[in-house]
């Protein structure tokens, strides 16, 4: 006899079937009923047992009713952090016409607690609210919701899941911040947070044009004076220190021990953002190659955290730092640290 058998649980259309301990203790006394109602002809023992026969096809044609009509949808949760408890509301529909669903917990899967739904009325509704817990960032499926009907008697425990269509984006786990290393770039060219092309510094010579120049720096009355392309030098412009650098190249790749390292150092890189952030000041962000210029506010705080959610360890030399970084600390793996 395999487990499923032994535990009373089974598979049917549309819902999952689990014999409560209450079940195994009326069928216990149910032969007992009835045997004694055939020794004595009882009528009241005859009617009794009819009447339990009856509550329990009733019992389930109506849990099976309320279970069949019932649907729910998960909506869409606040910011998450990898390890934190997470509040997730549930809203539970009945599309019967006629009965209310009486006696419906919803639990998600995966996660632990459950939470008893108020009844819900024929073509209506309920909010139900549930804490679930995500262990690491990135992006993760909606969780199933699971809707068990134990009542009217709970002879059964009929549960049926409810997969959830799109993701969750879970940010790095929420630590303590430590000292932030703030590093600054260089360049001819300077993209502005609005992504806006801001001319270089002063003029420091003029030159004669060569391959790769900037068409916009054409000195243009010096081109016509020679007969020939003269471009403007201007002087490099050195950005202020506000970005974090993470490189995410590990010493090994695949190598457990540094991933798990890698992790904890995203999560400082992002705890360094939201509390220089949180105090108005602007942060930009270099992850690899990729460069987000500072900014400010709520909406730049989510950018860069679903940035390091998404962000993924790599090998020796797969995506160097970017070659405008100038000096300033940068959050990396070293070996031997």
């Avoid at 004694?36 to 009856?54: D, F, I, K």
């Avoid at 919803?106 to 632990?112: E, I, K, Q, S």
């Avoid at 270089?200 to 000195?219: K, T």
Wanted: some cysteine.
């Amino acid at each position: 006899m395999n487990a499923r058998r032994r535990t009373g649980s089974g598979r049917f259309p549309g819902f999952h079937l689990q014999a409560s301990k209450l079940f195994w203790a009326f069928a216990s006394a149910l032969p007992v009923l009835g045997l004694a109602a055939l020794n004595t002809g009882n009528n009241a023992l005859y009617l009794a047992l009819s009447l339990a026969l009856g509550a329990l096809a009733a019992s389930g044609a109506l849990s099976r009713h309320s279970l069949g009509h019932l649907a729910a949808a998960l909506e869409p949760p606040g910011d998450i952090f990898a390890g934190a408890p997470a509040s997730v509301r549930v809203v539970v529909r009945n599309s019967s016409r006629w009965l209310p669903a009486v006696g419906v917990v919803c639990r998600l899967r995966g996660a632990v607690g459950q939470v008893l739904v108020p009844t819900v009325p024929p073509r209506g509704e309920v909010r139900v609210g549930l804490q679930a817990l995500f262990p690491r960032r990135g992006l993760h499926p909606l969780p199933l919701v699971q809707l068990e009907v134990r009542l009217p008697l709970p002879f059964f425990v009929k549960a049926v899941k409810l997969s959830q269509p799109g993701e969750l984006l879970v940010f790095p786990q929420r630590i303590p911040p430590g000292p932030p290393r703030f590093a600054g770039l260089v360049f001819r060219d300077v993209e502005t947070a609005r992504g806006n092309q801001q001319r270089g510094a002063d003029v420091e010579q003029l030159r004669e044009f060569r391959s790769g120049d900037d068409r916009r720096d054409i000195h243009w009355k010096q081109t016509a004076r020679q007969q020939r392309f003269i471009v403007m030098e201007r002087r490099e412009r050195s950005l202020p220190s506000g970005y974090l650098v993470l490189d995410r190249q590990l010493p090994r790749r695949g190598d457990a021990i540094w991933e798990a390292r890698f992790e904890s150092l995203v999560s400082e890189v992002a705890a360094a953002a939201q509390a220089r952030l949180r105090r108005g000041a602007a942060v930009g962000l270099v992850v690899g190659s990729a460069v987000t210029p500072p900014a400010t506010g709520s909406t730049h705080i989510r950018h860069l955290l679903g940035q390091l959610a998404l962000v993924k360890a790599v090998g020796p030399g797969e995506d160097p730092l970017p070659s405008a970084l100038c000096a300033g600390p940068v959050y990396r793996l070293v070996e031997g640290k």
